[in-house]
């Protein structure tokens, strides 16, 4: 099998905890990842709800507070294979780095999905940087 690999990162000046409080709700997708809307965790599975409405079924693959670390696979029959890996590095000086992977099969669903990755990025920055009180101006 040969997957499809699109990873994506962006700086975000706040710290890595912070990011990683946001990032790292698995329940919380939607309010920082453009076109879903909604996301209901039960234990490992999680579904997504599309902009357009379509549920997607996921599971939760890893979720490490330690390594701030959040993996899941959709379980969709679109996909032979899927896994999202999204890391938030600590920089050590109150910025942080979040690392967004998609790998995938058939591998166009890497990249379809890796430009929705992107701009989640953007949309997670500029809500963590945004000051206080202004975070969900502009959704």
């Not at 905890?17 to 879903?36: M, N, S």
């Not at 579904?47 to 693959?61: A, H, K, L, R, T």
Request: charged content about 25%; aromatic content about 6%.
């Amino acid at each position: 099998m040969t997957l499809g690999t699109v990873r994506h990162h962006i700086r975000i000046h706040r710290s890595a905890d912070d990011v990683w409080a946001k990032v790292g709700d698995p329940a919380a997708l939607h309010t920082w990842f453009p076109g879903i809307t909604d996301c209901q965790v039960d234990g490992k599975n999680r579904v997504i709800v599309m902009g357009s409405g379509m549920p997607m079924p996921e599971e939760i693959v890893t979720h490490d507070h330690l390594l701030r670390r959040f993996q899941y696979r959709i379980t969709a029959p679109i996909f032979q294979f899927h896994r999202g890996t999204i890391d938030v590095l600590d920089m050590g000086d109150g910025t942080c780095v979040v690392v967004y992977t998609t790998e995938a099969d058939p591998r166009t669903m890497a990249l379809t999905i890796g430009g929705g990755t992107a701009g989640a990025l953007d949309e997670l920055k500029r809500q963590m940087e945004a000051p206080a009180g202004a975070e969900g101006e502009g959704r």
